[in-house]
C-alpha cells in the first residue's frame, strides 16, 4: 500500500522546470545583483571587477539624499493615502446590493490598464493648455493649471495617480477579506445593542488586521521600488523634485550606462524594502499569527 | 458549496438589514463609507470618459471645444490613423507576449503545484517556499541583471526577451493560486486512481488538469493582463519599432506626436479595449483570482 502510494506520488521533476526557469530569471538576478555592484559595467561588453568603488562613489553622488528623501515622501504619501480609502471603499464594496456591484465594475477599471496608457492619459489631463486642468485648475487652487510643472506639487499628483491605479486592487484585498468575516460576529454584537460605528471598530477592523497588514507591506515596498509612472509623466522634474531613487537607479543605469552604479542602488532599494518589510511583519506580529494558524 | 450557500443569505441580510433592524444598524459605517466610494467613483470616471470621448474627437475639435463637451461631430479618423502609425504591430506584438507568456507560465506552473501539493517531501517543500519568497523580489531592483541575461542569451530586442522574464516574475503568483485550486481537490479523488494504479502523468492528465480549469483560468487572465500591461521589461529590454508593445507604442505616440491629444487617447481606447473585453467575459475569475492570490 505505501510503496505503491509513494510511485504514485509526483516526483520532483514534476517541479524542475518552474524552478530551474525561476532560478534563471528570479534568483540568480538577485544574487547576480550584488556581484555587479563591485564591478564597472557599461552594457556593452562584459562587467569588470573594481571593487568598492561603485560603493564609494555613493557618497559623492549628489542626487542620492534628494533620492532618498522623495522616495520615502511618496512612500508615505502613498501608504496614508491609499489605505484609509481602500479600506472605506473595501468595505462598502462588499455588501452585495446590486447597486454595488455595478459600482464595483467600474471601480476596478484602472486595474485593467496599463502603467502607459494610465500615465499619457493623465499627463494629457494635466496638460495646462488644453487638458482639464486649465479648465478646472482654478476650483482646486491652482488657477494657471499647472500641476506637474510645479516642483512643490508634482510628487503629490504622482501619489494622486500612483493611488488612482493602485487603490482599486487594495480595495478588492479589503473586499473580500470583509466578505470572510463571520457573520455571527455582527449578530452577536447587535445583540449587545452596538452601534454601526462601534461594530466598524470592533469587529471589522480587527478581523481585517492580516489584510492591512498585507495591503501596507505592498504598498511599501511597491512605493521604494515603482518608478515607470514617473518616468513616463515627469522623467524626475522638473529639476529633480521627482526623481526617486528607483528612477534615479534606472537613470544611471540605463541612460547613463553605468550599470554598476546603478545596481548599488538597486541593492540599497532591495535592502530598504526588506527591512521596511521585517520592521511591519514583526512590529504588528504578522509572522507569528499565520505560523500559529498553519501549525494548528 | 453548502459553506456558500450558507453564507449567502445571511452575509445579505448583514448588509441590507431588513427594515425590522432599524436605522441604527443600517447606515452608519457605511455612510462615510458610501460618501468616500462616490467621491472615488467620479475620480475613476472622470478621466476614463476623458479618454472615450477624446478618441472620438477630431483634433480641431479638441482645441476649441472644452474637455468634457461631448465631442459634436464624432469621428473614427483617430482610430484609423493609428494603422498607419504600425499600431497594427504593436497590437500584434502585445498579443504574442500575452499568449506566449501565460502559455508558459501555465505549462511550467501546473505541474509544479501538482508535486507542491502531492509530495510531501523536505525539498519539495522547500521548493515552495522560495516561490514564495520569489514573490517579494521586485522587478525593478533587478533589471539590470536581468538585462545582462537577456543580452548573453542573445535574446536582446526579441519578444522572447520580453516573455521570458515577465513569466518568470509571474510564476510566484500563479503558484500560489494553483497550489491552493489544488488542495480544494479531494485526497480522496487521487486515492481512489491510485489504487487503481494510476501513473502521476495518468493522475495529472485525468484529474489535476480538469479539476484545476477554474485556477487556470484565473490564473490566465491574471498573467496575460500582466504581460499584456507590462513596461519595465520592454523598455529595457527591446529598442527597435518591429518589437515594440502597444505600453510602448504608447509613450512613443505621446513624445513624437505629444499634441494630437485626440489621436493618443484613441491609442489608449485601442489598447484598452481586448483586455475590457476580457473583464467583461472574466470579470469574476480575474477578480477572485486577484483576491485569492494576496488575501491569503
Known amino acids: 500500500m505505501t510503496t505503491s502510494k509513494a510511485a504514485a506520488r509526483p516526483g520532483i521533476i514534476w517541479a524542475a522546470p518552474a524552478v530551474l526557469f525561476f532560478a534563471a530569471f528570479g534568483i540568480l538576478p538577485v544574487f547576480a545583483v550584488v556581484y555587479l555592484s563591485f564591478t564597472k559595467w557599461n552594457g556593452l561588453g562584459d562587467p569588470v571587477w573594481t571593487g568598492l568603488s561603485n560603493w564609494a562613489a555613493l557618497a559623492d553622488d549628489s542626487e542620492l539624499f534628494n533620492g532618498i528623501g522623495k522616495t520615502l515622501l511618496l512612500t508615505v504619501v502613498s501608504w496614508v493615502g491609499q489605505t484609509p480609502l481602500a479600506l472605506l471603499i473595501g468595505v462598502w464594496a462588499a455588501g452585495t446590493q446590486r447597486s454595488r456591484a455595478v459600482l464595483s465594475t467600474l471601480f476596478f477599471l484602472p486595474l485593467l490598464l496599463s502603467t502607459a496608457a494610465i500615465s499619457v492619459t493623465f499627463v494629457s489631463l494635466l496638460d495646462p493648455n488644453f487638458g482639464l486642468a486649465a479648465d478646472y485648475g482654478k476650483y482646486l487652487g491652482v488657477p494657471d493649471g499647472n500641476f506637474l510643472g510645479s516642483p512643490e506639487k508634482a510628487l503629490y499628483v504622482i501619489a494622486f495617480v500612483i493611488a488612482w491605479q493602485f487603490v482599486p486592487f487594495h480595495t478588492l484585498l479589503y473586499q473580500s477579506a470583509t466578505r470572510q468575516i463571520p457573520v455571527s460576529l455582527y449578530e452577536a454584537a447587535q445583540l449587545d445593542g452596538a452601534t454601526g460605528v462601534r461594530q466598524f471598530f470592533s469587529i471589522t477592523l480587527p478581523q481585517l488586521r492580516n489584510t492591512i497588514i498585507a495591503s501596507s507591506v505592498l504598498i511599501l515596498v511597491g512605493s521604494l521600488t515603482y518608478f515607470e509612472m514617473i518616468l513616463l509623466m515627469t522623467n524626475g522634474g522638473p529639476g529633480t523634485a521627482t526623481r526617486v531613487l528607483p528612477l534615479h537607479m534606472y537613470i544611471k543605469g540605463f541612460v547613463g550606462f553605468d550599470m554598476g552604479y546603478a545596481s548599488v542602488l538597486a541593492v540599497v532599494l532591495v535592502t530598504l524594502g526588506t527591512a521596511l518589510s521585517v520592521v511591519v511583519v514583526r512590529l504588528t506580529g504578522y509572522h507569528r499569527m499565520t505560523s500559529d494558524r498553519e501549525g494548528a | ?296
Do not use: C
Request: charged share 10%.
Open chain 2, 1 to 296: 458549496m453548502s459553506l456558500d450557500l450558507a453564507r449567502r443569505p445571511a452575509h445579505r441580510s448583514r448588509s441590507v438589514p431588513p427594515p425590522s433592524a432599524g436605522p441604527r444598524r443600517r447606515g452608519r459605517p457605511n455612510f462615510p463609507a458610501g460618501i468616500a466610494a462616490t467621491v472615488w467613483l467620479l475620480i475613476v470616471a472622470v478621466p476614463v470618459y476623458f479618454v472615450v470621448i477624446t478618441g472620438f474627437r477630431s483634433q480641431d475639435q479638441y482645441i476649441e471645444q472644452g474637455p468634457l463637451d461631448l465631442p459634436t461631430s464624432p469621428t473614427l479618423d483617430n482610430f484609423t490613423s493609428l494603422f498607419d502609425l504600425g499600431f497594427t504591430r504593436f497590437l500584434t506584438n502585445s498579443l504574442v507576449v500575452a499568449f506566449g507568456t501565460v502559455a508558459l507560465v501555465l505549462a511550467v506552473a501546473l505541474p509544479a503545484a501538482y508535486a507542491i501539493v502531492r509530495n510531501p517531501s523536505r525539498s519539495v517543500r522547500s521548493m515552495f517556499n522560495v516561490f514564495l519568497l520569489g514573490l517579494a523580489v521586485p522587478a525593478q531592483a533587478v533589471i539590470v541583471p536581468i538585462y545582462l541575461i537577456i543580452t548573453r542569451l542573445q535574446l536582446y530586442d526579441t519578444l522572447l526577451a520580453i516573455i521570458l522574464p515577465t513569466a518568470a516574475f509571474s510564476l510566484p503568483i500563479a503558484i500560489v493560486v494553483l497550489t491552493s485550486t489544488l488542495r480544494d481537490i479531494p485526497g480522496e479523488l487521487y486515492e481512489a486512481m491510485t489504487v487503481d494504479g494510476a501513473t502521476p502523468a495518468r493522475v495529472f492528465g485525468r484529474l489535476v488538469l480538469p479539476l484545476s480549469r477554474p485556477g487556470l483560468v484565473s490564473v490566465g487572465i491574471f498573467v496575460g493582463l500582466g504581460a499584456w500591461n507590462g513596461f519595465l521589461f520592454p523598455l529595457v529590454l527591446t529598442q527597435s519599432q518591429d518589437q515594440r508593445v502597444l505600453p510602448l507604442g504608447l509613450w512613443n505616440f505621446q513624445s513624437q506626436y505629444g499634441t494630437n491629444v485626440p489621436g493618443l487617447m484613441a491609442a489608449v481606447v485601442l489598447s484598452a479595449l481586448p483586455v475590457l473585453a476580457l473583464y467583461l467575459f472574466g470579470r469574476r475569475h480575474l477578480l477572485s483570482g486577484l483576491a485569492a492570490g494576496f488575501g491569503k
